[in-house]
């Protein structure tokens, strides 16, 4: 069964500054998505970025990036010149490429933006 | 385009009553799945319905049912209700096979509360 880490329960970063948060996951597929999303306090989850297991390149969404590392089974999501909308908690997800395949979600990390 | 409305956004229930949760996907999804998340936790996999089938269960025992109607509407139905219960119900919709993204779209989730 597949399982996902997330090894920082909160983080806390400066507006403007930029902020790291990891996630491992365990896995013996070969080809799956992994998602980060987003959840504010009290409102529904949203879609940060998404990586296909089989591209080699990073995902991007305007400041979001990832840092995906098939080897070490590692995606962390990096927030450059982040703001005070961005604090959230963040999960990180994994599915398998096959359709109907469920999520596996990891624990989660609370994002705080100090002003 | 609508997205994916849950109702009702909170409740208080007894140990030992019944629950029905609703839900309403997304235009143009054709599958639901349903998703608890407890207080500081990640979401965990209930089951999926796809086109009216049941097509992947989480570790949920039996007490816990659900349905997808023609609209592809969805209850979550359980039964003989527990204190652990208590946690977001999410859910969330996503595309049919001949659009999978891998993406699912949730709603703002029904708080259930088990005194």
């Known amino acids: 069964a597949q399982t996902v880490t997330q090894s920082q329960p909160e983080m806390s970063v400066q507006e403007a500054e930029t902020v790291t948060l990891s996630c491992t996951y365990d896995t013996s597929e070969s080809d799956y998505y992994l998602f980060w999303y987003k959840q504010p306090p009290s409102r529904q989850m949203i879609l940060v970025i998404r990586q296909e297991a089989y591209k080699q390149q990073n995902a991007t969404e305007n400041r979001f990036s990832v840092n995906f590392q098939k080897a070490a089974k590692s995606f962390s999501l990096k927030i450059s010149d982040s703001q005070l909308g961005d604090a959230a908690m963040y999960f990180c997800?994994?599915?398998?490429?096959?359709?109907?395949?469920?999520?596996?979600f990891g624990p989660g990390t609370r994002l705080s933006v100090l002003p | 385009e609508t997205g994916v409305t849950q109702s009702p956004t909170h409740l208080i229930k007894t140990r030992g009553q019944q629950v029905t949760l609703r839900c309403s996907s997304q235009?143009?999804?054709?599958?639901v799945s349903w998703y608890q998340q407890a207080l500081g936790q990640g979401p965990q996999f209930i089951f999926q319905?796809?086109?009216?089938?049941?097509?992947g269960r989480g570790n949920f025992p039996p007490r816990f049912s659900g349905l997808q109607f023609p609209n592809y509407s969805s209850e979550l139905n359980v039964n003989a209700l527990e204190l652990d219960d208590s946690a977001l119900y999410l859910c969330a919709s996503s595309w049919g096979l001949q659009r999978d993204t891998g993406e699912l779209f949730f709603g703002e989730g029904s708080r259930l509360t088990v005194l």
């Open positions: 235009s143009g999804h054709n599958t």
């Open positions: 319905y796809y086109r009216e089938e049941e097509n």
């Open positions: 997800a994994y599915r398998g490429l096959n359709y109907g395949q469920n999520f596996v």
